[in-house]
């Protein structure tokens, strides 16, 4: 092969360049002006936050780049980053705009704590879930944990309501009042929760389009429900009694007198 010169001469390629043979990218990736090579992975049997920090941290002790290399780290962990630095903040306001709320409505802080405390209630059946299916925290099972939080927080309400009523308006003795509470709201909860689970539950085990993002969240809240149904009726009622039953004690002492 020869090239022609600007005074006409043709000129041999061998002359002007070294021609060899060797294996290289097919395409060449530029971003911002500059070079990019990307190095894809699959992460499997382990969350992708943790995956990023310890590649990071092997990275960096192990590699030592010239000047004018960088490494830039992208990819669907980003978005947990993102949503976890969001939700650090969104979680403790809503608890404490729940807070105010229900102290609003009760005007006392133990039956506050008593219904709040429904609260990691129903988020251990929803950890418990994650791990017997062996899923990771994500976003998706992030919004599942939010979403519990409406309904916990409803049960516990409604209970709280309920024991306040029984001793206020009909005289019930403390002990008496919180096993009529929990004999009361027996058959609504099942019901409630029952529908929510029969319509979760496909969700949970679907293996369609989409079918990542909706497993871990309907995983979360099928677990969650279910705890909060079994627990909240055992445990909610015994939290009042050692926590609010001082003063439904004097309420009802004051009311003989």
Not at 34 to 45: E, F, L, P
Not at 49 to 67: D, M, W
Not at 129 to 147: D, E, P
Not at 153 to 174: F, K, Q, T, W
Request: charged content about 15%.
């Amino acid at each position: 092969m020869v090239v022609g010169s600007p005074t006409g001469g043709r000129i041999p390629m061998e002359q002007l360049a070294s021609i060899r043979l060797v294996d290289g990218p097919t395409v060449i990736q530029r971003q911002d002006g500059k070079r990019q090579i990307s190095v894809r992975c699959n992460i499997r049997d382990r969350d992708q936050g943790s995956f990023v920090e310890e590649a990071q941290a092997r990275v960096a002790s192990a590699i030592t780049l010239p000047k004018g290399y960088s490494i830039n780290w992208g990819g669907q962990f980003e978005n947990l980053s993102r949503a976890a630095a969001r939700l650090a903040i969104v979680i403790p306001l809503t608890i404490g705009m729940i807070f105010l709320i229900l102290y609003a409505l009760y005007k006392n802080v133990r039956h506050v704590i008593v219904a709040i405390s429904s609260i990691p209630l129903a988020l251990i059946g929803g950890v418990i879930a994650l791990l017997i299916r062996g899923y990771h925290f994500n976003v998706s099972a992030g919004v599942g944990f939010i979403s519990l939080f409406g309904v916990s927080i409803m049960s516990g309400v409604l209970y709280v309501s309920r024991a306040n009523r029984l001793i206020e308006d009909y005289g019930l003795p403390l002990a008496d009042a919180v096993l009529e509470a929990a004999n009361i709201q027996l058959r609504p909860r099942l019901m409630t929760m029952a529908l929510a689970l029969l319509g979760l539950i496909p969700a949970a085990g679907a293996t369609g389009i989409g079918s990542d993002v909706q497993r871990p969240l309907a995983t979360v809240i099928v677990g969650g429900l279910a705890s909060a149904l079994l627990l909240t009726l055992i445990v909610l009622p015994a939290l009042y009694l050692l926590i609010a039953g001082d003063r439904g004690n004097h309420q009802n002492e004051a009311r003989r007198a």
